[in-house]
């Protein structure tokens, strides 16, 4: 069965960074594009990036833009977001996502927590 | 950029009763609306796609409705389980990827 499993949150402190992974299986993963959607407390869901079934692209959210970098390892399955100069708001559960006709999302990960805090 | 509101913010109804979620967009998104239930403690689900198609697995009670600017998601009869958060989301342009404010159903 498909499954998306988030790692590498945890607790920085403000400007330092952070690199996350999602390790897939169940799934032909150089066909799917791949998605980070992050979802602060008490807040909505926030779409933050997504590479291309074959890396070739990338696109960002305004909100994360020059700070974050989205990656993909076809050898082991496992699509990173690197994060820099991480700021308090970026505090959020980080959501690792498949997906579906470019832009919808039909498999998500359990999330990581990812706390930006002195 | 897109917005998308959601109605009511929330909603407590009883079991079997009929719910019904709305997500307005500030401009035409054709039928390219999603909705996700996300339960707490929980990764979202994705529940319908193209304003109107059910994913995989889902019970026929969901269903979607709409396009261009409003869009209606109807759970049929409430079942105890459907207590959850409900986002639309819209894919006709993009980046970024938006999703709405959510509409948080209750079963009393």
């Known amino acids: 069965q498909v499954q998306l499993v988030e790692s590498g949150g945890g607790v920085v402190q403000p400007g330092r960074s952070l690199r996350l992974s999602c390790a897939t299986s169940g799934f032909t993963f150089s066909a799917y594009s791949l998605h980070w959607v992050r979802q602060a407390p008490g807040r909505r869901l926030e779409w933050v990036a997504v590479?291309?079934?074959?890396?070739?692209?990338?696109h960002y959210a305004d909100s994360v833009k020059g700070r974050v970098s989205i990656s993909r390892d076809s050898s082991r399955n496992t699509v990173y977001l690197q994060m820099n100069s991480l700021t308090a708001e970026d505090t959020a559960v980080y959501y690792c996502?498949?997906?579906?006709?470019?832009?919808?999302?039909?498999?998500w990960g359990q999330g990581t927590q990812v706390t930006v805090s002195s | 950029e897109i917005v998308l509101t959601q109605s009511p913010a929330t909603l407590s109804l009883s079991p079997g009763e009929r719910a019904t979620l709305s997500c307005r967009a500030s401009q035409s998104v054709g039928s390219f609306l999603a909705w996700y239930q996300e339960k707490a403690g929980q990764a979202p689900r994705l529940l319908i796609y193209?304003?109107?198609n059910r994913a995989t697995g889902i019970p026929a009670r969901f269903s979607g409705s709409g396009s261009g600017t409003d869009f209606t998601l109807t759970i049929s009869s409430l079942e105890p389980e459907d207590s959850a958060v409900y986002y639309c989301?819209?894919?006709?342009?993009?980046?970024?990827?938006?999703f709405g404010g959510g509409t948080k159903v209750e079963i009393k």
């Open positions: 989301q819209q894919r006709r342009s993009w980046p970024p990827l938006i």
């Open positions: 996502a498949r997906d579906r006709y470019w832009g919808f999302h039909d498999y």
């Open positions: 193209d304003a109107s």
């Open positions: 590479i291309s079934h074959d890396g070739s692209k990338t």
